[in-house]
């Protein structure tokens, strides 16, 4: 069989199955009817709170964002177009958009390579160990690391001075120039964050049959060919789960950013999440700052959905 | 008949589940009523957001409810703007509390605009003549004449400064002049005891309180009036003077968190600091004793002029729904008695507002005599002067100042804000 033979069967959903056996939703059976309905009280509970903790105050700043402050009443699109026009937000937007193309790189990327090489490594499980270990470290606890690390009078200087490949007197400003700054905390955040990566494509990786990857080796694929063609198609589904949680992860990152530059130098490391927050609570604006949440919303919804969409669109 | 038994089942674990959400949402709003405890012991509900004081704000209460029969409850917060958003959403509610710590100056303006809190004239006047209040502070906690406030207590901005490095560089007076302070500056920075500043955090603005202040107070009041504009050519000066400071190395990297200062100055790192007397502890809790550290008053740049002392005062305000309304302003005027600012003062290692209490710690009892001795001027904190949208958008400004000293950018922005700011708040002082 060809490689490309191989990657058509692999890739392949066999629907047709299904249809026959007849186990496509339809008319409910009189065993499901009653599962379901025992089923209410649980899903509803779970509803009930996610509802009343996240929908309703979510609807909430919809609203909030139509109103100007100090109760000035409704305003329209005011806040929309003053958060537009503001140089600080518009470098915010241009933030949040590095750091989700940063983290389709960094975490997704290494995380995929550090899976696949120490899968079939001889002390693999105690490398992903370490690589994962970050993790259960609080966001917080990290970027305080980072720091000691990155500031510039931190470790990292100190190491390059001390290599000779800086001149000790001026050191390099990692936290204070844009867009080095931004590029240092996504870099740094990523250390922790690949670590789930890892984790979940190794689950990924096990559910690929043996089979498949032997026959390529048989057929005298190479290891590079053999991941591009075998490996790596038949990872689409935990590539969709990955992305998803990667991107909505770091669209809504904050204690990184607010611990290792507090969005500055003047506001210039700001994601949408810190200008939202620094918007309402310290600027006491929350018309402004609902609207900065709303369009927050939107981007990371429509990251997600138009990443997914494609994913669980070619496997029904 | 086994399906039968199993959706039983499923319906007891249906209903178990159902009974013990009910149970804990029950526990969860019982609890934090309103202070009136189960032993009968009467409270006013005090909110803060200083939960290392507790202790203090309850030792207090009870040597106030010798007087007016009501303790101290107190219920805090840990993060200051979550503080802020709880109060402004708690006051026109039943569950407003009966005394909340706030700010003075704009920001307990902003407050008071919003007409949700008591009038405390009367209870300031009575603590005024029984002398337990400095009076020169009521500017700094009244509204269109109304006070709406009575101090919390009453810290004062000094340059705290390593004794040891001051010794290395051959210094061995603290400056009485700018001339002398700015030599200090420099021979600590050459010797790599820099001066504490950076630009994470609120502190941005501490450079330029002190140089404008020394500069002159008036200029400084005017600022705060909007009486004096950001282009004017002193305010320059006086930034020129900081870039100078930037520019030479002779203050920390702009990444420094002022947090870590006292640590630096035990270390061995920093040669001054220019904070609160309530930082006063921060230096004990890095190690230091007072043959460690030391302060002096911000030497004026015009000789002959009174030494600047820049005062940060917080407040106790009571809503105006506040459940105990009566017990709380009573309270008030017993707060500022020495019987309690003198355990309270102790206890929070600061000044108090009422001129007749001691010091105990040698440093704070330097800068007491310091004071006697100089008789200085006082200013009130930048961040209380100006209003609150205002103060939180220079100080990013003067957080890129400090990292790129560009005086022009920086006081067109500044000049920029201001105007927008001061129009706003001219219209509608509210934060609510």
Known sequence: MKVSEIERLTTERPTTANRRSGLRSGTPVGHEKRARRAAIPFVGAALAVVGIVLLAPFVYTIYRSALGNGGSGFVGLDNYVTMFRDPALQRSMINTLMWAVGSLILPVGFGLTIAVMTSAMKLGAAARALVVLPYALAGTVVAIV??????????????????????????IQWLLQWPMNVVSVIVFAAWQTTGVNVVLYMVGLQTIPRETVEAAALDGADGWRRFRFVTFPQLKATTAVVIGLTITNALRAFDMIWVLTSGGPNRGSETLALSMYRQSFLMLDPAVGSAIAVVLTIIVVACSWLYLRRQIGQES | MARHSVISGRKLL??????????????????????????????????????????????AGETIRKEVGYGIKAQSLPTTENYTQTVLAALPTKKSGDLIKWWSGKMLEGLAATGQLADLTAEWEQAVK??????????????????????????????????????KVGITETPKTWA??????????????????????????????????????????DLTENKASFTDPKIREGMETWKRWIDNGWVTPPDTKSADCPAMMAAGKLGLMNTATWANGFFKTAGMTDADYGAFLTPPMADGDPAIVVADTAGIAVPKNAPNLDAAKKALVTWMTTGVQQP??????????????TVKDPVLDSILSQVKKQQPAYVN????????????????TFGGFIVKPDIDATLTELDRQAKQEWAAWEKNPSIG
């Open chain 1, 146 to 171: 980072g720091n000691v690390l990155l500031s510039t009078a931190g470790s990292l200087n100190q190491a390059l001075a001390f290599l000779g490949l800086t001149d000790p007197e001026s050191p």
């Open chain 2, 344 to 357: 309270w003062s102790e206890f929070v290692g600061d000044f108090s507002a009422n001129p007749k209490v």
């Open chain 2, 180 to 221: 002398e302070y700015e030599t200090v500056i420099e021979k600590l920075g050459k010797a790599g005891y820099p001066m504490c500043t950076g630009q994470t955090g609120w502190e941005t603005f501490v450079p330029f309180q002190q140089i404008i202040s020394a500069k002159s107070t008036t200029l400084y009041t």
């Open chain 2, 14 to 59: 249906a209903g178990a589940a159902a009974v013990l959400v009910v149970a804990g949402a029950l526990t969860g709003c019982s609890g934090g009523g309103g202070g009136e405890g189960g032993s009968g012991a009467k409270n006013l509900v005090m909110y803060n957001d200083n939960p290392q004081w507790t202790k203090g704000f309850e030792a």
């Open chain 2, 130 to 167: 029984a002398g337990n209040l400095n009076d020169a502070l009521r500017p700094y906690f009244s509204l269109d004449g109304k006070v709406y406030a009575l101090p919390l207590s009453q810290s004062s901005w000094v340059t705290y400064y390593n004794k040891s490095a001051l010794k």
């Open chain 2, 381 to 396: 904190r930048y961040y209380e002067s100006f209003p609150p949208k205002f103060v939180q958008s220079s100080i990013a």
